[in-house]
């Protein structure tokens, strides 16, 4: 993605060099044939591995799609006598349609998912399958459709369901590796959802309103799962961006709701499979009010503006919850936790792989629960989705999730939020363009504390090194060799949080070759 942006950038200062060009550029210009004006566009991004590791969950009926925490209720686990290797495979296509009628300001957009482990079922319904002999799976899945509407230059209306993302920029016309390393990075809210969306993209600032409705319960009744969001970003300099933002959750659903069985909201086993904090209402009707309050700064996002780059985010989520107590509504646990990240690099080369970086994570713990009536740990959206909020461009795969998956999406933290008992973290990367857009490598090392030690464990989580080569075969498309391996610590030492699994746990490692083609 990094390469895509650079590809980008060298696009525009080609176009920027053009308009400024002398008079006599022009007739070479009008002899270049131009561009049809499509109505009708298509892209699509193919990904496919080979993966070892002795990471596997242990229950059956989990071979499509794996989610969430390390030992937690995926039945996720280590082993150090099997060693499972699998390949898997996605594309994603995208449709984009915007009739010359409305002369580009209406544009559809709709965007699938096929995903599926080779050899895995035929003849069937079902996401995440569909590679067996005969395979004629039924198995497409909905990512995006959704309407963009622009009155006039600069403003946009997306209508319907669409990019949910914690970054200042525009989801449709940014690159997802800047939207990474941008705003809140997708920490807090990184998914998709359905609602209605209102933006202003100037030349030195932006704004966004949005409204959500993460579940629709009875359509008569006020018992719905809504997402409301402000963000404001403004520009300091050439380098510079500056923002902040309001985000608001009013959960009335109880629980219900969400993927599949799991549900969602504070009381639903979702949590559990997410990593997140799960709260002890012990089946009482709920009603929640949880906001957001933040800020973020950026500094030089593309990387070739300077030398020096980095993100930074505050960020603070508080509320209140009612519990309902002989059929009356009474005062229940307050909320209150922080958040907190820094990536700061150097890019010491002429390309953006040229760099050296670090990524350092910190979150507020709750070392009693709700016992005292207040939850001092962070939230995310992964209280509402599975992933809804994604921590994955750090530089880790095994200690903090990755992006490189398909059906596995499987960490020993896999949200900021530690289970509720808060997380410091450290990454640390050096990567290097051998052969300029041609040929890189990278390595890394990762490591972590709990800030609240589980009962009968310890605070250190562990600590991971990984290794990256990449060989671009052709425009956008790159063959990749993965590797990396993790040292586990004394956080496991508790049974609540190795799931009660025989000790001592096997180190975890994973080793892959990724193909990828962004086709358009």
């Not at 937690?72 to 449709?95: A, C, V, W």
């Not at 003849?123 to 002999?133: D, I, K, Q, R, V």
């Amino acid at each position: 993605m990094i390469r895509i942006f650079a590809t980008e950038v060298l696009l525009l200062v080609m176009t920027i060099s053009f308009g400024q060009a002398p008079a006599y550029f022009d007739a070479l210009e009008k002899k270049l044939p131009e561009k049809a004006n499509k109505e009708f566009q298509f892209l699509a991004f193919f990904y496919n591995h080979a993966i070892n590791t002795n990471v596997y969950p242990t229950n059956d009926f989990l071979k499509g799609q794996v989610l969430g925490r390390l030992y937690g209720q995926n039945t996720t686990t280590t082993t150090d006598s099997l060693r499972p290797f699998y390949f898997e495979q996605r594309i994603l296509p995208f449709f984009i349609y915007s009739p010359k009628l409305f002369n580009g300001r209406a544009i559809l957009r709709a965007s699938f998912e096929i995903d599926f482990t080779w050899g895995d079922a035929a003849y069937g319904t079902g996401g995440n399958f569909g590679a067996a002999p005969s395979a004629d799976q039924v198995n497409l899945q909905t990512q995006n459709i959704e309407l963009e509407l622009i009155p006039k230059p600069g403003y946009a209306i997306n209508l319907g369901l669409q990019r949910m993302y914690d970054t200042p920029h525009n989801p449709y016309r940014t690159f997802f590796e800047q939207m990474l390393n941008t705003g809140y990075r997708l920490h807090y809210w990184g998914t998709d959802g359905v609602g209605v969306s209102v933006r202003r993209d100037a030349d030195y600032h932006k704004w966004k309103l949005g409204y959500y409705q993460l579940y629709e319960n009875n359509i008569q009744k006020s018992d719905d799962v809504s997402l409301f969001e402000i963000n404001y970003c403004h520009s300091i300099g050439l380098k510079g961006r500056w923002g902040g933002s309001w985000y608001h959750v009013r959960d009335r659903a109880n629980g219900q709701g969400g993927p599949s069985v799991l549900g969602q909201g504070l009381n639903s086993t979702l949590n559990d499979y997410n990593g997140t904090y799960r709260f002890p209402f012990a089946g009482k009707p709920y009603q929640a009010n949880v906001s957001w309050l933040g800020t973020y700064f950026s500094y030089n996002e593309s990387q070739m503006m300077g030398q020096l780059f980095l993100n930074a985010y505050a960020n603070y989520n508080f509320g209140k919850t009612k519990l309902e107590e002989n059929e009356k509504l009474e005062d229940g646990p307050t909320i209150g936790g922080f958040g907190a990240n820094l990536r700061l690099g150097y890019r010491y080369g002429q390309t953006p792989l040229d760099a050296f970086w670090l990524d350092a994570i910190y979150t507020s713990g709750d070392d009693n629960g709700i016992e005292d009536d207040k939850y001092s740990g962070v939230m995310t959206g992964n209280t509402w989705g599975t992933p809804a909020g994604l921590y994955v461009n750090h530089g880790g795969y095994l200690l903090f999730p990755h992006a490189n998956v398909v059906n596995r999406y499987v960490a020993a933290v896999t949200d900021i939020s530690n289970l509720g008992l808060g997380v410091s973290g450290l990454s640390v990367n050096f990567s290097k363009d051998f052969i300029p857009n041609k040929f890189s490598g990278k390595i890394g090392a990762v490591a972590a504390l709990s800030n609240v030690e589980p009962e009968n464990g310890g605070s250190f989580i562990g600590w991971e090194a990984n290794a990256k080569l990449a060989y671009q075969l052709g425009v956008f498309m790159s063959v990749e060799l993965h590797a990396a391996h993790m040292w586990l610590g004394d956080f496991y030492d508790s049974p609540a949080i190795h799931g009660n699994k025989p000790t001592p746990l096997a180190n975890p490692y994973t080793a892959f070759v990724a193909f990828r083609w962004l086709m358009f």
